[in-house]
């Protein structure tokens, strides 16, 4: 019996010097939810670029004529306007509006209206913030 004790005393202690606690003290970085980043992921969105609005157009929306084509931005791009309204782009290479009067045309194809006609009379994104949005500013956040 005093082997037992002492057997249990050691294994005790020995879990009580390293801890046996719940916590994880591992290096791993997480992301959203649950799931741990590896150590070489890409941030979803790396770079962003700032431009301003070249006025009221169209109903009275805000408007900017970017200089690049959508895909220069790459696939996908998050658009924050300076209010802090967000407009989550997920094909640069297509026309894309919400029912709230956001609108983003890439600049690529022919210019005109509707759904094929992804062209812009200045060669390069078309982008109007949604009704009654005053911003002034719009940042594209991507990653190339």
Request: aromatic letters at 12%; one cysteine or more; a positive charge.
């Amino acid at each position: 019996m005093n082997k037992i004790c002492r057997l249990f005393l050691i294994l005790f202690l020995v879990l009580t010097i390293n801890g046996c606690s719940d916590d994880d003290d591992s290096d791993t970085i997480s992301g959203s939810g649950n799931e741990p980043v590896a150590e070489n992921a890409q941030p979803e969105y790396d770079q962003q670029e700032t431009y301003s609005s070249y006025g009221t157009r169209n109903g009275g929306r805000q408007a900017w004529r970017i200089p690049k084509k959508g895909p220069a931005f790459g696939k996908k791009i998050k658009v924050v306007f300076s209010n802090g309204h967000t407009v989550y782009v997920n094909n640069t290479s297509r026309n894309y509006r919400e029912s709230d009067g956001f609108v983003f045309k890439p600049g690529i194809g022919p210019n005109g209206e509707g759904v094929h006609d992804t062209g812009t009379a200045h060669g390069g994104v078309y982008l109007h913030a949604p009704y009654g949005n005053r911003s002034r500013q719009a940042t594209f956040h991507f990653h190339r």
